[in-house]
């Protein structure tokens, strides 16, 4: 079955310490990115990703790493976690940016 | 930059009555167009895209969406809800050259009544 997968689902952390969000998808897509979801504030795009090896930022990239190093995996990274970055977040990946993108389920992250 | 906007945050309306969505966006060029749907507890779902050509635009479960340059507009539309379109929309826009951004509004919450 095609689709994109996040782990863990559901994380309570404290702050500073070091998590890591994995995203992983069987479609073979191109194109990879990180969202996180607030209320009143839509989804914000925090990293996106062009191919291996090849990311850039959106609009919230602060407080957040990625990493591409295989096609299928997209990792977000948070080094030292603070409160203001609880959130709901998702990866999705498409072709290319000018596809429909494919979402996993979502991580709900609390920072305490 | 490219940005949007969804005026509505929050609409009711009856089964089987019809629904617009509103959606504007802030762009130089023509660019690339979308609505997703998220349904409660869920990841989000296209329901349909415009890049060129006809501006009316059909999409999955019956919706339609209309682009209108004049207005940088592109309003999502239904003839006749089901309780099940019950969810969270959004509107995303994404310029035609340059950064590879996708921009979502902020989103409209449609709840049905029976």
């Known amino acids: 079955e095609a689709q994109v997968t996040q782990n863990p689902r559901y994380l309570i952390t404290v702050t500073g310490k070091k998590l890591t969000v994995t995203c992983s998808q069987n479609?073979?897509?191109?194109?990879m990115s990180w969202y996180r979801q607030d209320p009143g504030l839509g989804l914000r795009q925090i990293y996106y990703s062009m191919n291996v090896e090849v990311t850039d930022k959106g609009d919230v990239p602060e407080g957040y790493k990625v990493s591409r190093k295989e096609k299928r995996n997209f990792p977000l990274i948070l080094e030292s976690p603070s409160p203001n970055q609880t959130s709901l977040y998702f990866c999705?990946?498409?072709?290319?940016?000018?596809?429909?993108?494919?979402f996993g389920p979502g991580t709900r992250l609390t920072v305490l | 930059a490219q940005s949007v906007t969804q005026p509505d945050i929050h609409i009711t309306v009856s089964e089987g009555a019809s629904l617009e969505l509103r959606c504007n966006y802030s762009?130089?060029?023509?660019?690339?167009l979308f609505w997703y749907v998220q349904s409660p507890g869920q990841g989000l779902q296209l329901l349909l895209k415009y890049f060129s050509g006809d501006t009316l635009v059909q999409g999955i479960k019956g919706f339609e969406a209309e682009f209108k340059r004049s207005q940088s507009s592109f309003n999502l539309r239904k003839p006749s809800v089901h309780w099940s379109d019950a969810a969270e929309y959004f509107c995303a826009v994404k310029s035609n050259f340059g950064n590879e951004k996708l921009t979502f509004g902020t989103g409209t919450r449609l709840t049905i009544i029976p």
């Open positions: 999705a990946s498409s072709i290319s940016p000018y596809d429909e993108q494919f």
């Open positions: 479609m073979n897509h191109e194109y």
């Open positions: 762009y130089g060029a023509t660019p690339y």
